[in-house]
Nanobody, 123 residues
């Protein structure tokens, strides 16, 4: 099993910053797994924010240049630094893990999910 626990969400003004963390645990989790962040706003589909593995890092188009994903492989933790936040970034942010080294950005292909953390950006 794999457990993912997010932290760091909250309320911030437009233009501000937040840092999310995701701690992975469980005997099945491996440092070879990709870790990613997705988000879902009310009435919208879940979308990729960013993902990282040993081989590559990738971002959703709407956050490139503003968000940065990083990872501490020794602590099985990933981080999402969010800068220049906009009201349209308001959503529930989910941490996810993917066991296949050939991971894709498609949310349905990710097998492990956290419970989500709310990020609200006020304009």
């Amino acid at each position: 099993q794999v457990q993912l626990v997010e932290s760091g969400g909250g309320l911030v003004q437009a233009g501000g910053s937040l840092r999310l963390s995701c701690a992975a645990s469980g005997r099945a989790f491996s440092s070879r797994y990709a870790m990613g962040w997705f988000r879902q706003a009310p009435g919208k589909e879940r979308e990729i924010v960013a993902a990282i593995s040993w081989s590559r890092t990738d971002y959703g188009a709407s956050v490139k240049g503003r968000f940065t994903i990083s990872r501490d492989y020794t602590k099985n933790t990933s981080f999402l630094q969010m800068n220049s936040l906009k009201s349209e970034d308001t959503a529930v942010y989910y941490c996810a893990a993917h066991s296949n080294p050939q991971w894709t950005m498609l949310s349905s292909s990710w097998g492990y999910w956290g419970q989500g953390t709310q990020v609200t950006v006020s304009s």
